[in-house]
């Protein structure tokens, strides 16, 4: 393991099984390499909130998640009728798409390398997009960040939501796997 740390040729996946697992395995005491908590999967979610009647730019986001991911979106009926929200049971109220495999690992490389140092007046991220159960959160104000989209081309601007699962379910864990395959943290003065 002779490689540079800031060596930008090295994918995720690539960072996660060479230099993530034996360093948690030997940190965290794991004896069997089962038991190492793994990336099960990557969630992208975007709420339409008071667009739900446009269907034109619910199909627009569904498109730009779907160019964003590599990987077709479902768009999500809500389940009940809210009166307070103007929703009705049946009515569009997001879109989402869950990336599994080589895609949830392409998508992280270009989420942590390119997308999110790219946000304007980025200092990196807060601690607290873990949450206690081993899973990080992280909301990203506009999907223009992505390098797949043409700014000239969006027909509305929008936030979404990408929750990276972990097999673990203690902060402790989870917050050591994402320093190590280079989440950008803010750092401490």
């Not at 009647?53 to 964003?68: L, S």
């Not at 097999?167 to 750092?187: H, Q």
């Amino acid at each position: 393991m002779s490689q540079n740390k800031h060596n930008t040729s090295i994918t995720i996946r690539e960072l996660y099984q060479k230099e993530c697992l034996p360093t948690l395995q030997k940190e965290f005491g794991y004896s069997n390499v089962n038991a190492l908590p793994k990336i099960q999967k990557v969630v992208v979610n975007v709420g339409v909130g008071k667009i739900h009647k446009e269907a034109q730019a619910i199909e627009a986001i569904a498109k730009d998640i779907a160019v964003i991911t590599g990987q077709k979106p479902v768009i999500v009926m809500s389940k009940k009728a809210i009166a307070g929200f103007k929703i009705r049971k049946g009515a569009p109220s997001g879109v989402k798409v869950t990336l599994r495999g080589p895609r949830m690992w392409d998508f992280l490389d270009r989420l942590i390398l390119v997308a999110l140092p790219r946000t304007r007046d980025f200092q990196g991220l807060e601690s607290t997009v873990v949450d206690k159960n081993g899973n990080a959160n992280i909301g990203i104000k506009e999907h223009m960040i992505f390098p797949e989209i043409r700014p000239e081309k969006v027909f509305r601007p929008f936030s979404l939501q990408v929750t990276v699962v972990t097999t673990t379910n203690t902060y402790e864990v989870a917050s050591r796997l994402f320093k190590i395959i280079r989440f950008p943290f803010k750092t401490s003065k």
